[in-house]
């Protein structure tokens, strides 16, 4: 392995470990709000803008994964079509609430929203219009990052100031963590590895609690096995679930 190959490992492998030292208390809660959202047959929501887009997809119709997930996808916040569009659909005041007319959230259910920086209006107001719909919201975001950022919002608020609860994913401002000689920027972003780590880490605990207590949450199994309950899933969750 080469000596920058290297530094981006111990880079990664030390924000997993700052998550699970310093976050666990923040996991086991969204834990439990995960095992008890399933319980009562509400639904668990993914949204993230512009790269953070790809975790709420990561937790979707996955193998290995919690059936009941329902990403929230937008095709100007990802950056598919146009990447610099994007960026600036993602600070649009308003445009929040319009994306999710097109979903059922209501009342018991629960927002997973990922934005690294929090600084954005479009992550910051879908989790108001969540809220205002009696969801619980549950940012992952960079702590460090929003702490040296100033709000796009009008209000000056970001995400973490309106989030129920809010997971530090423990990576640097800017994202990136290694450093080239000859290379003016830093390289070799972390965030979708830490967050993608909160998330399924999460997800797997809430199972346990749920198993724990007699009930049976639905997997999804791998569409390349030739061995899985997802036909009856996806009979039972057609139509229900947005992309499926």
Not at 32 to 46: G, I, Q, S
Not at 101 to 106: A, F, G, L
Not at 174 to 194: F, K, N, W
Request: proline residues 3%; glycine residues 8%.
């Amino acid at each position: 392995m080469t000596r920058y190959m290297d530094d981006y490992l111990k880079a990664a492998q030390a924000q997993l470990a700052a998550v699970t030292n310093t976050q666990r208390a923040a996991m086991d809660r969204a834990a439990d709000w995960v095992h008890e959202t399933l319980m009562k047959d509400r639904f668990l929501y993914a949204f993230g803008s512009g790269h953070s887009h790809a975790l709420a997809e990561e937790v979707f119709y996955r193998a290995g994964g919690l059936a009941r997930v329902i990403p929230i996808l937008d095709e100007n916040l990802m950056v598919h079509i146009n990447a610099t569009a994007s960026t600036e659909w993602e600070r649009k005041e308003g445009y929040a609430k319009q994306v999710l007319t097109r979903y059922s959230m209501s009342a018991g259910d629960l927002l997973f929203i990922i934005s690294n920086s929090g600084r954005n209006a479009v992550p910051m107001e879908m989790a108001l219009e969540a809220k205002a719909r009696g969801a619980r919201v549950i940012a992952i975001s960079s702590v460090e990052y929003v702490a040296q950022v100033t709000s796009r919002h009008s209000s000056g608020k970001k995400l973490t100031d309106i989030a129920d609860l809010v997971i530090d994913n423990c990576g640097p401002v800017g994202d990136a963590v290694v450093s080239i000689e000859g290379l003016p920027q830093r390289i070799g972003p972390t965030s979708t590895i830490s967050s993608a780590f909160i998330l399924h880490g999460i997800l797997v605990e809430a199972a346990a609690r749920i198993v724990a207590v007699g009930g049976k949450p639905e997997v999804w199994g791998s569409a390349n096995s030739d061995s899985t309950n997802n036909d009856a899933i996806m009979a039972r969750y057609k139509g229900k679930i947005p992309h499926l």
